[in-house]
Structures are given as structure tokens and as C-alpha cells.
């Protein structure tokens, strides 16, 4: 049975109650998303995809669906509105649900052209995002930026050398039936054709690999990291970069797992024993100048900051980031970011490598982050992020690493390079 044969006026109205809720926007859209349908067990498989991807959908285009609609639309409203624009449905798609007295409207809400909606509106951006945005790209450029933004991302997988090697991988996820092809920018990345169920899957529950865009996969890979060395993950989370950097550490020397979360660090244990890994030391710090991190001052060869920050380049995952955040939200987490990377700076010795990451797009946490960073501590440099990238065969031009969707079929992520003089 096809998704489109359960379209009832039952479950059209789970999709709107779930809706409701997630415009409160108190949570993450995945959060709220995941408890609706623990209380709603009896929802099947089916029925929980067109809702996820019928809510999810909205929360995309919100700004133009809203506009669509015309005055104060309703959840009703905009799910229609989702499913004839977002989704296409046909008037006979939508016949399950929809009442005559809704059809001309409807057929109104499709006749709008988006080349007549303004710009911020057009790219469902709020204006504050779509301003600094143009002070980065042109029009042009954000609306091919916006729509890569507005496409589900795929679904890429980290091989963990430790375990295998990406061709034996590839052969055993081919042997699952699982459609999979090589990624064309990380040398451990594989990307799956589909959507696929993986928590049962013999090779992830053997840890022979990790779910990870392969965007997030470069971003470890610039620490270069190696045998033996003393590294830090300063702000680990649930750690899908430390695996990676335990792996190309080859499982030896000594890797800080430091976060300021306790439960983000609890995510990063069932990760850890899958992977094999045993170098990992999960340390959960109070804040970036925590005395456990003064310790360890000018001891690390190297130190990865992969930054809190507003997940904007991760937009194809989470739409609801859009319109959780402002302005006023962003500058404060530039605040955060330049004392994390002062902090963390602190601990690389002379010689050592210093890397400043994020998921987002916006040049005042990233670039701009690192040229201050740089113009405060003149014992550091960059170091052109291609010329490390080159030497694991990615061709991606560039002092700094900026990944677009639009360009790279990877989250938005940013990273600079850095080194400590000797
Ligand atoms: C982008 S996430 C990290 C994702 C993780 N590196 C990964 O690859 O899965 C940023 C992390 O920074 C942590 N964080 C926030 N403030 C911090 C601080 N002052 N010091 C260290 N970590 C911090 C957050 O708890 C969050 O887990």
C-alpha cells in the first residue's frame, strides 16, 4: 500500500495536531516530532512518514506557504497548501479531505507564482537571515543556496578503519540488499541510495560503521590527527567527530572528549564500545575555562573546536532552525565561539594544530570568528584548509573550507585551519 492510499481525514488531522505543536517551536522539530509519535503508537509506518514528511514539508516552505494562503491562514490550511505546492498533490489527491468550499481557494494557493513573492519570502528565509545572507552571496545564489536548503538531505555513513575498509563495506551493505556508492569528497564516506533502517544492521551494530554527513567527515579529517599524539575534541557532543579522529589515531595515544552536556556525552558511550576505540577519555567540563582544561594547557597536539552555533548550514535536517532563531541569538553565540576558541587555543603546544569548525552559513560565526581569533593571538596561523584536504584526494579550493549544499550535496559546514608557531 502506498503512502497516498492511508490519505484519511484521520490522519490529515494528525498531521495538523502535530503541526500545532511544532509552531510553539519550545523544541527541536525532531524532538517534538519523536514524542507525537510515541503517544501515538497505534500510527504505522506509512502513516508516520506522511506525517513527518508532510509536517517537515511545511516547515520548509513555511514563509511562502504562509503567503500562498493569504490573511492568517490556519494549520488546516497550510497542510493543504503543503500537499497541492510542497508535495503536488492533485484536487483528486486531496479529495479524501478536502471540502468544496475549499476548492477555489486552493486552486488560488497554486496559482501564485513564487517569482511574485519577494525575495526572503520566495526563499522562505526570515528577513534578518536573508539580509545577512546578501551581504555573502548574490540574490541568485541564495535562491539556489535556499532551495538546496528546503531538499532532505541524504544519508551518508563514516566506514570505521579500525573495523574494515570502505570497498568491504560497500560489499557487505550491497549484501544487505542496501544501495550504497562511494562519497566523492571523504575517502571513509559512503552514500546510501535510500533511507534505510540501520539500527539493526549486522555492520553498524558491529561498528564497522557510523552514520555522519560527509561534510562533518572533512571537518574532522583537517586535524590530521595521528598515531600516538595527545588530541582534544573540545566540544565532542555525542562525538561523531572523536570516532573519527580515534580511528585516524589508529586507537592509540590519548583523545579528551570534552563537553559542557552531560547527556550529549552519555550518546557518545554506546558510540564508543560499538566503535572499538579505547584512546577516547569522555571529560565533562562546567565551561571552556574549566580547570581540567587549564591542565592540560600547552600539552595537545591537536584540538578540534567543532563550535556551538546556529546549525544553519544544517537546514535540510532541521527546517525549524530557521525560525527558532534571531539576530540577537546569533550574536550571542559568536560571543560563546570566540571565548571557546581562546580557550581551547590554550591547549595546543607549540607546533600543534588548531582547528575551528561550525554547521552554519553565516560569515559572522565562522570567518569572521577565526580573523579575530587570529588578529588577538599572533603565535597562530592559518593554513590553507585545501592543501591538507588535497592530501586526502579532495579537491576542494579555498584557505578556509566553506561546504554548500548547493555545491557540495553536504550540510553547510565551515572550518579554518590553524597552527600554533613553534
Ligand atoms: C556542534 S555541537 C558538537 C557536535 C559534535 N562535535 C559531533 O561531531 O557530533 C557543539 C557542542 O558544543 C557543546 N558546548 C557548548 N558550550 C560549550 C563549552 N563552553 N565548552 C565545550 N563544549 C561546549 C555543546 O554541548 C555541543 O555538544
Given at each position: 500500500?502506498?503512502?497516498?492510499?492511508?490519505?484519511?481525514?484521520a490522519l490529515f488531522a494528525h498531521a495538523e495536531h502535530l503541526l500545532g505543536q511544532l509552531l510553539r517551536f519550545d523544541h527541536?522539530?525532531?524532538?517534538?516530532?519523536s514524542h507525537y509519535f510515541r503517544e501515538h503508537r497505534q500510527l504505522g509506518h506509512a502513516d508516520r512518514a506522511f506525517v513527518a514528511e508532510t509536517v517537515f514539508a511545511f516547515l520548509r516552505r513555511r514563509r511562502s506557504l504562509d503567503a500562498r494562503c493569504g490573511e492568517r491562514p490556519d494549520n488546516r490550511q497550510r497542510l493543504l497548501a503543503t500537499l497541492a505546492v510542497a508535495r503536488g498533490w492533485s484536487q483528486r489527491e486531496l479529495a479524501p479531505v478536502l471540502k468544496a468550499s475549499e476548492e477555489a481557494w486552493l486552486a488560488g494557493v497554486k496559482a501564485v507564482r513564487d517569482d511574485d513573492l519577494p525575495p526572503a519570502v520566495r526563499c522562505d528565509l526570515p528577513?534578518?537571515?536573508?539580509?545577512r545572507l546578501l551581504a555573502q552571496y548574490s540574490d541568485e545564489e541564495i535562491r539556489a543556496l535556499a532551495a538546496a536548503l528546503n531538499r532532505p538531505a541524504p544519508l551518508d555513513l563514516r566506514v570505521n578503519t579500525l573495523k574494515t575498509d570502505r570497498e568491504r563495506l560497500l560489499a557487505r551493505l550491497a549484501g544487505d540488499g542496501i544501495g550504497a556508492a562511494p562519497g566523492r569528497l571523504s575517502p571513509l564516506a559512503v552514500r546510501l541510495r535510500d533511507k534505510p533502517a540501520l539500527a539493526k544492521n549486522p555492520a553498524f551494530l558491529d561498528g564497522s560503521f557510523e552514520v555522519q554527513d560527509e561534510g562533518s567527515q572533512l571537518l574532522g579529517l583537517l586535524l590530521e590527527a595521528r598515531r600516538g599524539e595527545m588530541v582534544v575534541d573540545f566540544c565532542a557532543g555525542a562525538g561523531g567527530k572523536t570516532l573519527?579522529?580515534?580511528?585516524?589515531?589508529?586507537?592509540?595515544?590519548?583523545?579528551?572528549?570534552?563537553?559542557?552536556?552531560?547527556?550529549?556525552?552519555?550518546?557518545?558511550?554506546?558510540?564508543?564500545?560499538?566503535?572499538?576505540?579505547?584512546?577516547?577519555?569522555?571529560?565533562?567540563i562546567e565551561h571552556e575555562r574549566d580547570l581540567k582544561v587549564k591542565r592540560l594547557a600547552g600539552k595537545a597536539d591537536r584540538v578540534l573546536v567543532d563550535a556551538p552555533c546556529s546549525g544553519l548550514g544544517t537546514l535540510r535536517r532541521n527546517p525549524d532552525l530557521k525560525w527558532r532563531q534571531d539576530a540577537g541569538a546569533v550574536a550571542e553565540l559568536t560571543a560563546k565561539q570566540a571565548a571557546i576558541l581562546a580557550s581551547a587555543a590554550t591547549l595546543v603546544r607549540p607546533g600543534g594544530r588548531l582547528v575551528y569548525a561550525t554547521c552554519s552559513l553565516l560569515r559572522e560565526e565562522n570567518a569572521a570568528v577565526v580573523e579575530a581569533f587570529l588578529a588577538a593571538h599572533p603565535g597562530f596561523v592559518l593554513v590553507p584548509a585545501d592543501g591538507v584536504l588535497a592530501r586526502f584526494g579532495c579537491e576542494l579550493p579555498g584557505a578556509m573550507l566553506q561546504l554548500l549544499p548547493q555545491q557540495h550535496d553536504t550540510d553547510g559546514f565551515f572550518a579554518a585551519v590553524l597552527e600554533r608557531l613553534a
Open positions: 500500500m502506498t503512502t497516498k492510499a492511508r490519505f484519511t481525514p527541536p522539530a525532531d524532538a517534538v516530532v528577513d534578518w537571515l536573508y539580509e573519527l579522529l580515534g580511528a585516524q589515531m589508529k586507537n592509540t595515544g590519548r583523545l579528551y572528549a570534552f563537553d559542557v552536556s552531560d547527556k550529549r556525552l552519555a550518546n557518545l558511550k554506546p558510540r564508543l564500545a560499538r566503535s572499538g576505540l579505547s584512546n577516547v577519555h569522555p571529560v565533562r
